[in-house]
């Protein structure tokens, strides 16, 4: 009986050997794909989300579908994705949240090694607006009437820990503004309470606030860029309009769970750095008040370590708790 139990534990281990000799054998990719943003529709990761997959569908000749798995300042998706085979069908939509969740929560998987990089996407500064109704039209005017109204102006995000809070953060810290955050579930949501003229403030990624700047719904006092932006071109940098040494960038980029073959992330990267050479590419970035941006998967690895250094600094002179 020992025998025949230690014979057929042979043979199922030679099955298992022989199907994932055959799995492995079969052109990446075998089905369709699924790209993670841990954020809802409508924000900036889901705008270049569904960008970038429509076209990475093309190149892969096979779907590339968009999974919105918001929550918990994105750890809910990225989790989910650390989680995922590591076999290039389940990737992951990363931003500047990435970089400083590390900082705000205690992370049920590592940063550091949960995921292997395979491309920077893009950049894009964050903007400063305020609602059309609040009588300012600088961002000087708007310092002046917050020193005048300490504690009674208020700046929405899409929620506690989010790139929104921390970008006014840096903001507060560095102006000196009395201003009072007011937390949202999605930088969406955010933007149009301002739009609404609930709140009266708020900092974040052009690629969301620059629709409603163009249709007048929002006034841009100034951007988080070291230059002025070509799109914007008479909205100053936040630096130059009165806080000097403020710079802000979101950027998004494509992850993949750690132990991703290599030949995978090549391939990968290397339909990814194809489209971001596009004209199209470029040309749609430019039009969402975003820059389409390459790096090596090595590159792009050391440009996260250096982003989560940064911003750890901001949470702690912040005093900023997670919920």
Same mark, same amino acid.
Not at 34 to 47: C, H, K
Not at 56 to 69: A, T
């Given at each position: ?175 000196? =503004? ?90 990968? %990267? ?20 975003? $820059?389409? =941006?390459?790096?090596?998967? %090595? $590159? ?24």
């Amino acid at each position: 009986m020992s025998y025949r139990r230690a014979q057929r534990r042979a043979i199922l281990a030679l099955l298992l050997a022989l199907f994932s000799a055959l799995a492995a054998a079969q052109p990446y990719p075998s089905r369709p794909v699924r790209l993670i943003v841990p954020f809802p529709p409508g924000a900036s990761n889901d705008i270049v989300g569904r960008m970038i997959a429509t076209q990475l569908s093309e190149e892969l000749g096979k779907p590339v579908v968009v999974d919105n798995r918001s929550g918990a300042g994105g750890l809910i998706g990225t989790e989910a994705a650390a989680n995922s085979p590591a076999d290039g069908h389940t990737l992951l939509l990363i931003s500047l949240a990435y970089a400083f969740n590390a900082s705000l929560y205690k992370l049920p998987y590592d940063p550091a090694t949960a995921f292997a990089p395979v491309a920077m996407l893009g950049t894009g500064p964050v903007v400063l607006v305020v609602t059309s109704k609040l009588p300012v039209n600088s961002l000087k005017d708007l310092l002046a009437l917050a020193k005048k109204k300490p504690g009674q102006l208020n700046y929405a995000s899409g929620g506690v820990g989010s790139f929104q809070h921390l970008a006014s953060a840096l903001f507060k810290l560095q102006s000196g =503004a009395d201003i009072v955050h007011v937390p949202f579930k999605g930088s969406g949501p955010a933007m149009m309470d301002v739009v609404a003229g609930n709140t009266q403030m708020a900092i974040g990624s052009t690629l969301l606030m620059l629709p409603q700047i163009r249709s007048g719904r929002l006034k841009a006092l100034g951007v988080g860029s070291t230059k002025r932006l070509a799109f914007l071109p008479d909205v100053p940098t936040i630096a130059e309009a009165g806080v000097p040494g403020y710079e802000a960038n979101n950027w998004w980029g494509i992850v993949a769970p750690a132990g991703t073959p290599p030949a995978v992330i090549g391939r990968l %990267h290397k339909e990814l750095s194809a489209i971001l050479a596009s004209a199209e590419t470029k040309k749609r970035f430019e039009s969402e008040g975003g $820059e389409a =941006a390459q790096m090596t998967p %090595h $590159e792009f690895g050391r440009f996260i370590t250096a982003e989560t250094a940064k911003w750890a600094k901001v949470v702690t002179e912040s005093g900023i708790k997670a919920e």
